[in-house]
Structures are given as C-alpha cells and as structure tokens.
C-alpha cells in the first residue's frame, strides 16, 4: 500500500518527490532604470567590478573584451580578437578580466585595470558562460552541467547537473552568482534559472519575456543573454545580445 501511494503521489504530483524537495517558484521583474546599451554588440556575458561593468561580444571577426560607461553605454577600453576567435562570457574575480571561447577550447585571463593578457589556458570543452562563486570559477557550455574550475589552473573541481522536477535544463548559457545562487540564461528562451550551486536544483524561474517584447525587431538573434549583479548595491541587470538598452531590474514574485 505504501509503495502503491508513493506512486499515484509521483504521478498526480510532478516534482514533488524531487531529490532536494524543492519546487521551483516562479519570478518577474520590475524595470528600475534603463540605460543604454551599444546595438551592434553581440553580447555573450556582462561583468560588474566596484562600479566598473565589462562586457564580452561574440561572432567570428567581432568578437571583443570591453570596458563599458554604464550611464552613457560607451566603450571606454576595449580589445579586438582575430577573426578566428569567437568570444564569449566574461567573469572578473582576483583583478583578472577571465574570458571564454566558444569552439576555439581556449580561456583568457586580462589585467581588470589594463586588459594586458595575462595567460591563456586550454579547455577541453565549448565555452557558453562564466562566473565566480568567490573561490571557483563556474563555466557552463550549453548543456545541462556547470563545471567548478580552479582559477589558477583551469583543472575541474566538481561539477552539477542542472535539474528543473527530475528534468534536466540544457542550454545553460551566460553565468551570474547573486546571494548564493547562479543565474543562468537559457539560450533562446526568456527565462533564467536560479540555480543552488551545491545539489544544481533551479529554486525558481525568472521570466524576462516582458522586456524582449519592449524590442522593435523582435528577431530570434536578439536573445536575452547578459546578466550582471553589483553586490554592493544589491543591483541586478539584464540585457541581450544586439540590444539597445541594458536594464536595471527588481525581482518580484509572479502573480
């Protein structure tokens, strides 16, 4: 009889029986202040550094580390890759600016104050998004998993698998760590999970698809990616890739 309720409870209930019994809770959002963001960038991950915010761009022959005027959206220093390079997220942890690639298997690490290069690693994976957890770097590379690696080494530490109610969420993109949680934006979705770094359970769902219906050309390119949190102010932006603005947003919980 137990066994038999057990189940019917399973089916009549999804996720209830979740290993970490957390059910997700649903989010939106407020918009606090808009500023304005460069149109051409093919954002693929923000930074924010004691008021300093750092943007990394994407595509073959675009593809750039910058250093970004949050008031006006200006570029105030920037570096340019090869054509053969394809950028991607960006973190900023023990004064170095580290940057992902996408299919060139390469991380690099920059000067916060100078961009000089510091070093470049190899890396056995793609490389989707990036954040720090004050110790670990965290990568994702769009599956369902995010790798804890050792900011000196690049050597893997652990890993999680992201789950949503036993299902796993793939996709993982651009990477931020807000009070004890990483955000992650699911690629060509609207959404970004809050994701409990030690068991990789989502804790909830923020739907941003209110600010992507804001855009004039709402092209499938044009997808939310860009997460940055100023832990001093307890501020939290988003934007995306080839948005005009950047957004400065309060979480809410949904109705």
């Given amino acids: 009889m137990f066994l038999f ?12 029986l979740h290993a970490s019994g957390i059910i997700p ?8 202040n808009t500023y304005p963001h460069d149109a051409e960038a093919f954002t693929q991950g923000l930074a924010w550094d004691r008021g300093n915010v750092f943007e990394g761009t994407g595509l073959y022959g675009r593809s750039s580390l910058r250093q970004v005027n949050l008031e006006t959206g200006g ?6 890759y090869g054509k053969k390079i394809f950028a991607e997220g960006v973190t900023v ?8 690639t996408w299919k060139n298997k390469l991380v690099f690490a920059f000067d916060k104050h100078t ?3 510091i070093k ?30 050792d900011p000196d080494s690049m050597s893997e530490r652990r890993r999680i698998t992201v789950h949503d109610q036993s299902n796993h969420v793939r996709n993982l993109n ?21 994701i409990d770094p030690e068991s990789g359970s989502v804790h909830g769902w923020l739907d941003l698809s209110s600010l992507r219906d804001r855009l004039k050309k709402n092209t499938e390119e044009k997808v939310l990616n860009g997460i940055m949190y ?19 947003i309060r979480v809410i919980e949904a109705d």
């Fill in 230 to 248: 100023a832990p001093e102010q307890d501020r939290l932006f988003v934007t995306g890739k080839l948005w005009p603005a950047l957004y400065e």
């Fill in 25 to 32: 809770r649903n989010f939106s959002s407020v918009i606090i």
């Fill in 174 to 194: 651009e990477l931020e760590y807000v009070k004890g949680l990483i955000y992650a934006n699911i690629w060509k979705s609207d959404r970004i999970a809050m």
């Fill in 115 to 117: 961009f000089s290069h």
């Fill in 93 to 100: 942890f023990q004064n170095k600016i580290y940057q992902l």
């Fill in 120 to 149: 470049t690693w190899p890396f056995p994976r793609e490389g989707w998004g990036i954040t720090h957890d004050n110790r670990n770097l965290v990568v994702s590379d769009g599956s369902a998993t995010l790798y804890f690696l």
């Fill in 75 to 80: 570029v105030e220093l920037q570096i340019n």
């Fill in 5 to 16: 309720s057990g189940i019917l409870l399973s089916l009549l209930l999804p996720g209830f």
